[in-house]
């Protein structure tokens, strides 16, 4: 196919391949800036064969002078093995925010019908309209890596979190009293004491070298005979319930707890290593360790795709409009489609932490307060102006200097 154009003034055409990613099959139709179809609406699998025909098909449609554009819709995991395929062969794609071609199909079509879908021709007319938009480069795509881990990660913790209220009713049930005795029932000789003598009745009939050996050997020397003592005296006089059934479940569970905390254990090597790699100064603000740094760089991925801090705030549903009300709880279920949960999830507990080391956000939670706002107001405050020093210090790449 020929294309008419003036290579020698420096006039060249933008291809714009858009593509509409689905499980088995992706739609493809390429454009030109003129408004010439030069490939109509044409389907590929999702096989490497597929993938080579496409390719095929950009470059019977192009020169080297061409100036190219791939766009596709931001899919999860179906879009993840074709946009690999894409970067690795140099093309410079873009994926689009589905609620942006969203607005743009809208914007397009006079019927407001919720069922016509954004097809590949849509989003290859919206690479040609939107000069804004940024290519996603190839570090987003390995930054991919750091958000499941990061993601992942969250899912195991809020698992061993769930089997942690398991724990601590069952030991209501079984053996009441050993709460009062240990600073907390979530630590390594309370849940070994518990695996092998799982309820009051079991510890009341143990022999007391084995409870002071296997406390001492849990606590590392820190419980020894007196503890193993009391703790045997509270399980002869406890109110606990004689129940196998539950006892086998708080054995069971305290196992599934042990297996959750070495998987996030391995999960925490693999973003230490990559967080190692990235060297992001933020981890440098006291109060932010590089679990919640590996999430919030997760989230954000390329800070340069922000023009400035407030399109980061409204990434991460954190805009001020959003705030109004000072009612966080209430905004959630308008905010949560519209920014990354995750994102704000990290923002607010790095905040809270950074508040606590940190004297210059210790002041500014404190002023806040005193202004007569309610603590998770004071917070959404100190979380913008979180937002804005890690914005700044991402810029910069240099690391945090207090100014208290």
Not at 84 to 90: E, M, P
Not at 355 to 362: G, K, L, M, Q, V
Request: charged share 25%; with cysteine; aromatic share 8%.
């Amino acid at each position: 196919m020929q294309h008419h154009k003036f290579t020698a003034g420096g006039f060249s055409m933008v291809v714009s391949v858009g593509i509409d990613v689905s499980k088995d099959k992706h739609d493809c139709f390429i454009l030109s800036s003129e408004g010439e179809v030069l490939a109509d609406a044409f389907t590929i699998p999702n096989t490497m064969d597929g993938f080579n025909c496409l390719l095929q098909r950009i470059q019977d449609c192009t020169t080297p002078q061409d100036k190219m554009k791939v766009g596709l819709e931001a899919t999860g995991h179906y879009s993840y093995n074709l946009l690999g395929f894409l970067l690795d062969n140099g093309l410079p794609t873009y994926v689009l925010n589905p609620l942006r071609t969203n607005l743009y199909r809208k914007s397009l079509s006079l019927r407001k019908t919720k069922t016509d879908r954004v097809d590949a021709r849509t989003i290859a007319a919206m690479l040609l309209s939107d000069a804004g938009l940024k290519p996603y480069t190839d570090t987003a795509y390995h930054n991919e890596e750091l958000k499941s881990l990061t993601r992942y990660r969250f899912d195991k913790v809020k698992e061993r979190a769930k089997l942690k209220g398991s724990i601590s009713r069952l030991v209501c049930i079984l053996f009441p009293e050993l709460e009062k005795l240990v600073p907390s029932l979530h630590i390594a000789s309370v849940y070994a004491l518990l695996e092998e003598f799982p309820g009051a009745k079991q510890i009341a009939a143990a022999h007391l070298t084995r409870l002071k050996a296997l406390l001492e050997a849990a606590s590392k020397g820190r419980y020894k005979r007196d503890m193993a003592l009391e703790i045997r005296d509270a399980a002869r006089n406890s109110i606990g319930s004689w129940m196998p059934a539950k006892s086998l479940e708080l054995q069971h569970t305290i196992r599934l707890i042990c297996e959750l905390d070495n998987e996030i254990a391995e999960i925490e090597e693999q973003i230490q290593l990559i967080m190692d790699e990235i060297h992001s100064p933020i981890t440098t603000i006291p109060g932010i360790g590089f679990r919640m740094a590996a999430m919030i760089c997760a989230e954000v991925g390329d800070f340069t795709r922000f023009d400035s801090p407030d399109k980061l705030l409204a990434y991460a549903g954190m805009s001020p409009s959003t705030y109004q009300s000072g009612q966080l709880k209430n905004c959630y279920p308008h905010m949560e489609k519209r920014g990354s949960r995750y994102l704000r999830y990290a923002l607010y507990n790095a905040t809270k932490y950074v508040c606590h080391w940190d004297p210059t956000f210790a002041d500014y939670l404190a002023k806040k307060r005193t202004e007569g706002k309610h603590y998770n107001v004071a917070l959404s405050h100190a979380a913008k102006k979180l937002v804005r020093l890690i914005f700044a210090m991402e810029k910069s790449r240099q690391p945090y200097c207090s100014t208290a």
